[in-house]
Every structure is written in C-alpha cells, then in structure tokens.
C-alpha cells in the first residue's frame, strides 16, 4: 500500500472523507454543471410530508434523477422512493398522502405512474399513444387533467399518433404556412398544439381520457415557459378553468392571455377574463370553492406589465383587485388554511421574496425577503419553499407564518459545496438616471486579498425587463467571474424588475437612454465605493438586451471597457423585428410596428452608430435562437472584420436562447474568460 492510499484509509476509518479535509477552490464552470439540481417538489395535503426529485450529477458528468420522500414531522433523512433508470418529474400526493404520482418514461413514453408509500414498486397506471407532458389532480383525487400535444382536427389520441408518425417518415422538408406564428423560441411550429385531457383515476388505473380543449387551435398550458400552474380542477370537480389566448391570427402580436372554464365532460369554454385584454394567469381555487384568485395584467401586447393579484367571490360574482396600492409583481399566489390570506412570492430590491396578504384588507406583510425563494406550500404554521442567493444554489427551507423558526431541509450539495470558495458579495446603491436610487451588487474574487485592485466583469442583464439579483444561475453565474479572478459588478438599470412598475416601465421607449446613464453612473460610483475595483480596467458583457446594449455601448460609450462580450445581441433594429416571433415585444417597447414607429427603432439602432465602433468584442449566438436570430450576431460581427476591429465568433449550432448543453456551457465560460483575460491582462 502506498502512501497516499494509507492515508486515505485512515480517513476513512475515522470516518472522514479526504474531500473534507482539501481546501476549498475558487468556483469554476466544471464545478457548476456537476451540482445537484431540486425539482418536482410537492407537499402533502396534511403538509406532513415533502416529495421531491433531485438529479445528481457524478465525477463524469453523468446524471441521475430520483423522487425522495422528506417527513416534515421528524429529524430523519430523506428516503429514496425510486431507482429506475430515467428522470421521475411532475410528483404529486394523492390526497389521502398514501401514494405518490408522477410522470416517467420507463418504456420510452412519458406516462402516469403511482407509487404506494406503504411499500410496493411504482405501477404505470396509463398508457396512452401519446406523451403526457404534465398533470393535475382534482381535490378528491378520482380526476386528473393532463396536458398533451395532438393535432386539433383529430378526435382520437391514436389519430394525433398516426399523423406524427407520419411527418417523421415523411421525405420531403418544407413547412407550410398561412399565418403567424411559424415558430417560437426555439421550435418551428408542427401543427400540433397542446390541449388538456380529463380522465377518470381509481385503483385500476385510468379511464377513457376526454379532450376539454377538442378543436381549439391554441396553446393549453401556453408554450415554451408556461405549466400547469396555468389549469385546476374546481374544487367540486366538476370543471377545469385554464389560460390560453383566443384562437385568432394575431397570435404572434397579442398578450392577451384570457382564463377559460370548461365542463370536465368537454363542452363549450366560457371566457371568464373576457373584459381584460391583457394578460391573465394562474387561476387559483379556495379550497372551499367561494373564491377564484388570479393575477392579470392591464396593459395590452406588454409582458412586463405588473400582475394585480384579483379575486373573484364566486357566490356573489363580485370581484376586486387585491391590495391594489401594493406596487410589486407577484409570481405565484397560493391561499392559506383560512382561505382568505394569499401567501405570494413577488421580486423585491433584488430578491424574490415572500409575502403574505389579507385580501380583505389588503395588507402586505413581509414573511422572507433574504435571496430568490419559490413557494412549495402552506405546511400547517409553516411555510416550505426553495431558497436561492448568489452562494446557494439551492435548498429546501422551512418558515414559520410569522417569518420566525427559519429551517433548512435538505442539504442537496453540501459535500460539493464543501469544496467550493465563493466570492463576498454586497448589495449597494447610487443616484442614476434623474438622481433616482439605482441598486446593484458587487462580488469580491474568490481569492481576495486586501490591498489589491481587480479587474472588473460588468454584468447587464436581459430582459430588459428582468434582474440580475440575489439568486444563482446555471447559466449567467457571477460567482464564476469572481472565482476567475475578476471584481463583479451588476447594475439593475431603469427597466429592471422588482422596484415598483413605473421604474420597469420606464425602460420602454428609451432602450439606449435611461439605462446607458445608469451603467455609466453605476460603475463609476461602485468604483468610489469599493477602492479594489479598477473599474478602469474592465470588460463588459451581457446577453438578449444585455447583448444589444453591448453593442449600443461601442457606439455610444466607446472608451469605456478593454474588451466586450455580446451573447445573442440585437444589432440591426430595423431587420430584428421582422424576424423576431413575439411581435408584441419589440411593439410594445418601440410604440407599434417598424413602420409605425420607425423614428424611435432608428434612433436606438445600434447599427446607426457603427463609425463608433472600436472595443474589441466576442459576439456568440446559437443557430436556434429564434427570439434574436443569429444573423443578428453576425452582422455585428462581420462588420467588425471588415473594419480593422478586434472580434471573434462563437456560434452553436444546437442552442438557442440560451446555452444548456453542459459541454457547450464549459467552451462558453473558457471563451469567454480567456477573451476577457486576454485584453484586461490579467495573469
């Protein structure tokens, strides 16, 4: 035996892992996309137990999902449910919490399965000719709603299989179309269309599935984002109310997302939200039937628009919004045991926080507003929910209706996590645009040291409606800048998300105003306040609208980075909106289409200052990417070779939007920072 080997076995017979003992390393993109990631997470009724998936991702990179089985009520450790070879996802409790539910392709279709949790395998309780992409219980558990893809004109299942099988054997290649949308985010339309199915659930198994959607031509949940967050059973069971928009031809120019009940016999949908021309979402029951909540947008063809929480008394028909003064956005709502308090999680100063309202009254009580939290569920007095910051990548906590008795629940990477040194990271502010107060975050280098000045990675985010907050990526992490070395910063600008609607809305109209001045500001007083920052020496880089403000930056703020990063970036604004699919964006924030308001598309064209152009700059775009297409990325990058400055390309051929294949995000991140390194001279 030799040395190193001695060792370890003396670890390990004192019970201690080598791991342990090794010194903790700045965070590197190898490390992200082998941490274990949550899903699936469900509470039952009596909130005495949590089911969830979690997928584990070895020393190779290979990774495997299981659903585990959390007692609430005891200090045991999880217990592992399953074992089967594939990703058990969409779990839910059957409502007398003896068995679990949920959706697995054991024989290469995504199937309903149920899991007896008195002992027994999991049984496939359907098998039907198509995939089951999500589902739903009724509240006594003898119905279930399921969304599935399937062609409108067909009345059966086995006849939507039969046309998919036969576009798969089909040799010829064109697509035919006669209206809007032709494809969206990263998929050409088929044809086919996501509708929902009510079936009977018993012992036996599954009933005859019903279409509750038969010949609608619309999306039901709505593609690519939307689940089924977006259907329930009513209380009673008797119908199923849902969000999908009107079948219409302005698909492609329309937000207005309507909330539709429907027999769960099938039968006409009656329009519920049809007074409201935006966007409706999410309807949500009272366990005792009187309300019907929801959140619902008023500005029409606007994403970005605040929700307003709205409640309708089903008994008496009368409907009002919910703590209307409130000036925050929820992103999910769920009724408490008195089911007359809404406990909500909404973006906040940077996080996204949870809160509780009393929707008699409209009072806005914070409950945690530490870091980026989804709700899981109401558990008795408790609360259980996913928490997320710039430093966890994520767990279950528990919480206590009165935000006292804060409780960890899983430790899903916690040897990983182990051997992983984050940077210090801080909130701070600053007067932007019109002397406003403007908030952001800095990080320190993993291996600070005191003393030193650091070169800077600017981070600008999407959206623009969005953040660059409290939470952790699997993406964007800026966590990986500071374990590279850099000083982090981030800016969330006149636009962003989770500071009153009036600062989102005021990015509309003015893409390259408000926000370049909050940039400019931003660094320069970030600079004053954290000395170790060489905010003379940076490098900018952003993606989507981040990506477009990089190239806005080398026409409109040219001295100021070494080098810029533009992931799938607008350059052309005149070309982008007549190949971009949601039309409704770029009309909403321009003030109509191309030809209705041209003057302000030129005015905030970053190909219009191209003379300007001298910062050299990496360009990278995914062939996929159908909401900015990559010819975008090109233009920019084309005009650069041929003028002398200093650019290269990354495209992927299989990406869209976004970069998800692990690989692909490794050669992302080596890119990216060997560019940065290269120009901010960084050893």
């Keep these: 035996m030799n040395k190193h080997n001695a060792i370890a076995l003396g670890l390990a017979l004192a019970g201690i892992s080598a791991t342990a003992l090794a010194a903790p390393q700045p965070f590197n993109v190898q490390q992200l996309v082998k941490l274990n990631k949550l899903h699936s997470a469900a509470l039952s009724n009596d909130g005495t137990k949590l089911v969830y998936g979690l997928k584990t991702i070895d020393d190779a990179g290979k990774g495997e999902s299981d659903l585990y089985l959390l007692d609430l009520t005891s200090d045991k450790a999880a217990l592992k449910l399953t074992s089967a070879k594939g990703t058990e996802h969409d779990a839910a409790f059957s409502p007398d919490g003896k068995s679990v539910y949920f959706i697995a392709a054991r024989d290469g279709s995504s199937q309903l399965f149920r899991l007896p949790l008195d002992g027994g395998e999991a049984q496939q309780i359907s098998n039907l000719p198509l995939d089951i992409d999500g589902f739903k219980l009724s509240a006594d558990g003898k119905q279930v709603v399921m969304s599935m893809r399937v062609f409108p004109e067909c009345e059966t299942l086995e006849c939507s299989k039969d046309k998919f099988d036969a576009e798969a054997k089909r040799k010829s290649t064109g697509r035919e179309y006669s209206q809007l949308m032709v494809r969206h985010w990263d998929t050409w339309f088929d044809h086919a269309r996501n509708h929902l199915f009510v079936a009977s659930l018993d012992e036996t198994g599954l009933g005859t599935p019903v279409d509750i959607t038969a010949g609608q031509d619309t999306e039901t949940p709505p593609k690519p984002f939307s689940g089924m967050e977006e259907v329930t059973f009513s209380p009673d069971g008797k119908t199923v109310v849902y969000s999908a928009k009107a079948p219409s031809k302005d698909q492609a120019w329309t937000t207005n997302y309507d909330l539709w009940q429907v027999p769960v016999t099938g039968g006409k949908a009656v329009n519920l939200t049809e007074k409201n021309i935006a966007w409706d979402?999410?309807?949500?029951?009272?366990?005792?039937?009187?309300?019907?909540?929801?959140?619902?947008?008023?500005?029409?063809?606007?994403?970005?628009?605040?929700?307003?929480?709205?409640?309708?008394?089903?008994?008496?028909?009368?409907?009002?919004?919910?703590?209307?003064?409130?000036?925050?956005?929820?992103?999910?709502?769920?009724?408490?045991?008195?089911?007359r308090t809404l406990y909500v999680t909404a973006q906040d100063l940077g996080q996204v926080s949870i809160f509780e309202i009393n929707t008699q009254f409209g009072d806005v009580r914070p409950i945690y507003n530490d870091g980026s939290n989804s709700l899981v569920g109401l558990a008795g007095d408790k609360l259980v929910f996913n928490h997320k910051s710039l430093s966890e990548p994520g767990d279950f906590y528990s919480i206590g209706l009165d935000g006292d008795r804060l409780t960890r629940l899983t430790e899903s990477n916690k040897d990983k996590l182990a051997e992983i040194q984050f940077g210090e990271y801080q909130q701070f502010s600053f007067k932007g645009w019109n002397n406003e107060e403007v908030y952001g975050y800095w990080i320190k280098p993993a291996n600070f040291e005191e003393g030193k000045k650091y070169p800077v990675a600017y981070l600008v985010h999407g959206g623009p409606q969005g953040s660059f907050g409290n939470s952790f990526s699997g993406r964007w992490n800026a966590q990986l800048w500071a374990g590279a070395g850099y000083g982090v910063v981030m800016v969330d600008f006149h636009g962003s998300t989770g500071y009153g609607q009036a600062f989102t809305d005021s990015i509309s109209l003015d893409w390259g105003g408000k926000p370049l001045e909050d940039l400019q500001k931003g660094l320069a007083a970030v600079g004053k306040q954290q000395k170790w920052l060489d905010v003379d020496n940076a490098c900018a880089l952003g993606g989507s609208y981040g990506g477009y403000m990089m190239n806005w930056i080398q026409g409109n703020w040219n001295t100021g980075f070494k080098c810029l990063v533009n992931h799938a970036g607008l350059f052309d604004m005149r070309s982008m909106y007549h190949v971009t699919e949601e039309l409704w964006f770029p009309e909403h924030e321009f003030g109509g289409s191309y030809e209705e308001a041209k003057s302000l598309y030129e005015k905030f064209n970053p190909a219009n200052y191209v003379e300007n152009w001298k910062t050299p700059m990496l360009v990278i775009h995914g062939e996929k990417d159908f909401r900015v297409p990559y010819d975008q990325g090109l233009a920019a990058f084309s005009y650069m070779q041929r003028n002398n400055i200093p650019s290269e390309l990354l495209i992927f051929p299989d990406e869209n939007h976004w970069i998800l294949n692990p690989d692909n995000l490794q050669q992302w991140y080596a890119k990216v920072l060997g560019w940065m390194d290269r120009w901010t001279g960084k050893q």
């Design 281 to 339: 979402a999410q309807p949500t029951f009272s366990a005792d039937g009187r309300y019907l909540a929801y959140l619902a947008m008023k500005k029409p063809a606007f994403e970005a628009d605040r929700y307003a929480i709205m409640m309708r008394d089903l008994v008496t028909g009368q409907e009002k919004e919910v703590a209307p003064l409130w000036d925050r956005s929820p992103s999910s709502i769920q009724f408490g045991a008195d089911q």
